[in-house]
């Protein structure tokens, strides 16, 4: 039986290029925002606050936390998700390798049981055509000449 094929390597080229456009188009917002984010936290930290009631604060807390569940089991999930296609896309190049050569086995199977099972019909296919053939070649010579 043969080994499985290695996961398909990339292009180093095009790998190098997408490296560049997703540390352009992916990372500079990111940390972009998260140092934006960072400032101005920082400067709300910084500005005097009107006293609020600590029971407001309190359930402002409690109801910000509550949020937050659901939203964990859809960045948990998210997470798995991706994580998934990740693996599966490793995987896929050597999984498709092996189903192709399965596919072509089934095809070369196929194809010898039908040749087996059409070979009689053929051969009794160019036996009567050799016969009608030698019909009409005996039917020739049977014909006197005009002339």
């Known amino acids: 039986m043969k080994e499985h094929a290695p996961p398909h390597r990339r292009n180093p080229k095009t790998e190098a290029a997408h490296r560049r456009e997703t540390r352009w188009q992916i990372t500079l917002p990111l940390v972009a925002g998260a140092v934006l984010l960072l400032v101005l936290a920082v400067l709300a930290g910084m500005t005097p606050a009107p006293q609020a009631g600590k029971w407001a604060d309190t359930a402002l807390i409690f109801l910000i936390a509550l949020s937050f569940v659901p939203l964990f089991v859809a960045l948990v999930l998210g997470a798995a998700l991706a994580y998934g296609v990740w693996k599966g896309n490793q995987a896929l190049p ?26 009689p019909v053929i051969r009794g296919r160019v036996l009567g055509a050799r016969l009608r053939a030698a019909k009409r070649r005996i039917g020739r010579l049977k014909e006197p000449e005009k002339g």
Not at 95 to 115: P, T
């Open 94 to 119: 050597s999984v498709m390798l092996r189903g192709q050569e399965i596919a072509e086995q089934v095809n070369r199977s196929v194809r010898k049981v039908s040749d087996k099972i059409t070979a």
